[in-house]
Nanobody
Framework: VQLQASGGGLVQAGGSLRLSCAAS????????MGWFRQSPGKEREFVAA????????QYSESVQGRFIVSRDNANNALYLQMNGLTPEDTAVYYC?????????????????WGQGTLVTVSS
């Protein structure tokens, strides 16, 4: 599975961005797709995840109510709509894939990773 994240950029605080992740290669009918982020000097942290059907999703407390994760299986795509951005959201955002929807916040559970896209939020 190959993943390509895009959509990052520079935005002012309070603004919005939509990240995309294009998947190619082998796909799994029970795959969960997730978003993680990493700031300089910090560990990679969970942001959001969505199940294959889209019926289940999970968010970190820091983005709950501001970010929306979605997927389009017909086009092998994952999205992250980010609203109400703050400087604390500045990071490289990564998309990832794992089997099954359990322990989705666990970085080590994901088998495939994209290269990351940088989001910078200015104050």
């Amino acid at each position: 599975v190959q993943l390509q994240a895009s959509g990052g950029g520079l935005v002012q605080a309070g603004g919005s961005l939509r990240l995309s992740c294009a998947a190619s290669g082998r796909t799994f009918s029970d795959s969960t797709m997730g978003w993680f982020r990493q700031s300089p000097g910090k560990e990679r942290e969970f942001v959001a995840a969505i199940s294959w059907s889209g019926s289940s999703s999970q968010y970190s407390e820091s983005v709950q109510g501001r970010f929306i994760v979605s997927r389009d299986n017909a086009n092998n795509a994952l999205y992250l709509q980010m609203n109400g951005l703050t400087p604390e959201d500045t990071a490289v955002y990564y998309c990832a894939v794992r089997r099954g929807f359990y322990r989705v916040t666990d970085v080590s559970g994901y088998n495939y990773w994209g290269q990351g896209t940088l989001v910078t939020v200015s104050s």
